[in-house]
T-cell receptor, first 112, second 115 residues
Framework: EAGVTQSPTHLIKTRGQQATLRCSPISGHTSVYWYQQALGLGLQFLLWYDEGEERNRGNFPPRFSGRQFPNYSSELNVNALELEDSALYLC???????????FGPGTRLLVL | GENVEQHPSTLSVQEGDSAVIKCTYSDSASNYFPWYKQELGKRPQLIIDIRSNVGEKKDQRIAVTLNKTAKHFSLHITETQPEDSAVYFCAASISIGGSQGNLIFGKGTKLSVKP
């Protein structure tokens, strides 16, 4: 069984640009979660999608947005990039009725 | 909203000793508490979890205890080995509408096991 995959692995942008990160969940998983892992700040919850709907949102500004597609893959968009957006962005997936979240390898975003 | 505090931030032990990491949570509605291990440059991996209707769970050298009244839970690693060296994260989540919600993580504990 393939695990959670994310693309790209690395992304370099400049301030003010937009970034798009992608996540493919484990086959059969309908819930997708996005987390930001900035240096020294642990993992912070960004967004949760289930069955195509946004179910919850963390304490991040509206320029962080996303969506979930009919095949349950997901996209995270970050507009008007700021230097402090530099971080590892992790995606996780789970079955809707089970607790365990499985993480992808992450996308490392660097904003210059 | 939920807040999870984790202590200590760093922990150094000798190989063969035990290691204990403690977390507290703020929302009494939280009902699921996983622990993840993250090695350098790798993704977080679930190592053990516990639900709120259980007080203790053990898996070989790893155990987790939960005190719902005090709202704290702990990870215990016995007979530590160098390969246990990693960053460990505790987390909490609440069931929402039949689905388990997003995880709120502690800030992590960097465990170093010295041979």
């Amino acid at each position: 069984e393939a695990g959670v995959t994310q693309s790209p692995t690395h992304l370099i942008k400049t301030r003010g640009q937009q970034a798009t990160l992608r996540c493919s969940p484990i086959s059969g998983h309908t819930s997708v979660y996005w987390y930001q892992q900035a240096l020294g700040l642990g993992l912070q919850f960004l967004l949760w999608y289930d069955e195509g709907e946004e179910r919850n949102r963390g304490n991040f500004p509206p320029r962080f947005s996303g969506r979930q597609f009919p095949n349950y893959s997901s996209e995270l968009n970050v507009n008007a990039l700021e230097l402090e957006d530099s971080a590892l962005y992790l995606c996780a997936s789970s079955l809707y009725y089970q607790e365990t979240q499985y993480f992808g390898p992450g996308t490392r975003l660097l904003v210059l | 909203g939920e807040n999870v505090e984790q202590h200590p931030s760093t922990l150094s032990v000798q190989e063969g000793d035990s290691a204990v990491i403690k977390c507290t949570y703020s929302d009494s509605a939280s009902n699921y508490f996983p622990w993840y291990k993250q090695e350098l440059g790798k993704r977080p991996q679930l190592i053990i979890d516990i639900r709120s209707n259980v007080g203790e769970k053990k898996d070989q050298r790893i155990a987790v205890t939960l005190n719902k009244t005090a709202k704290h839970f702990s990870l215990h690693i016995t007979e530590t080995q160098p390969e246990d060296s990693a960053v460990y994260f505790c987390a909490a989540s609440i069931s929402i509408g039949g689905s388990q919600g997003n995880l709120i993580f502690g800030k992590g504990t960097k465990l170093s096991v010295k041979p």
